[in-house]
């Protein structure tokens, strides 16, 4: 069975400061995705990111980073100069490469930026 | 591209009596996925349909059901409310077999008083 752990229940951090949010994962499977959503307060889940298992490279789009570790079965998302919009509960999920398998979620993790 | 919309967004029901709530997914989608998120349990897949068939189902008792019609909206219906049923109801959108990114919808947030 798949697993997803973020053990970061909730983060506080002063506006501007980096965050980094921990995921990880637990599965059998070879071939699997990986990925990252946001939920504001207006609780609509927004996807921020898809990782398959064999491409390791990290990636980076605006103050967003994710570094996947194969080795470390994690794979963590950071924010650059957290803005108050970051505020959100986030989401690390995992699907299996298996036609449309269904997403297996982490509890979340409620990040808070303060001004 | 018009994003997944649910309605209704907010419904209030007494135990016992059931409710359907109804997903429109992205324009070309063909699959779509419902979750349950509760602060308790956290989000659970229900079940998913692809085609008009159901694909997979989550470990939720039979109480709850759906369907998926020619154009690709779905419903899902749950009887015989209980108090624990009370939660966020999300559906996803995705284009079906080898895409595995889903698009989620605001969701209808259900009490069951």
């Known amino acids: 069975a798949q697993k997803v752990t973020q053990a970061q229940t909730e983060i506080s951090v002063v506006e501007k400061e980096d965050v980094t949010l921990d995921c990880v994962y637990e599965?059998?499977?070879?071939?699997?995705?990986l990925f990252w959503y946001k939920q504001p307060p207006s609780g609509e889940l927004v996807f921020l990111i898809r990782?398959?298992?064999?491409?390791?490279q990290n990636e980076i789009s605006g103050r967003y980073s994710w570094n996947f570790q194969k080795s470390t079965s994690s794979f963590n998302f950071t924010i650059t100069a957290s803005q108050v919009v970051d505020s959100a509960v986030y989401f690390c999920?995992?699907?299996?490469?298996?036609?449309?398998?269904?997403?297996?979620f982490g509890k979340g993790t409620r990040l808070s930026v303060i001004a | 591209k018009a994003g997944v919309t649910q309605t209704p967004r907010y419904l209030i029901k007494t135990r016992g009596q059931q409710v359907t709530l109804s997903c429109s997914p992205i324009?070309?989608?063909?699959?779509v996925s419902w979750y349950q998120q509760t602060p308790g349990q956290g989000l659970q897949f229900l079940f998913e349909?692809?085609?008009?068939?159901?694909?997979n189902k989550g470990n939720f008792p039979g109480r709850f059901s759906g369907r998926q019609f020619s154009n690709s909206r779905s419903e899902m219906n749950v009887s015989t409310l209980e108090l624990g049923d009370s939660a966020l109801y999300l559906c996803?959108?995705?284009?079906?077999?080898?895409?595995?990114?889903?698009?989620f919808g605001p969701g209808t947030r259900l009490t069951v008083l």
């Open positions: 996803a959108s995705s284009q079906g077999l080898a895409v595995p990114e889903q698009f």
């Open positions: 990782r398959n298992s064999f491409d390791e």
């Open positions: 349909y692809f085609s008009e068939t159901q694909r």
């Open positions: 999920a995992l699907s299996l490469d298996s036609g449309n398998t269904p997403l297996v």
């Open positions: 324009s070309g989608h063909r699959s």
């Open positions: 599965t059998r499977d070879t071939t699997y995705y």
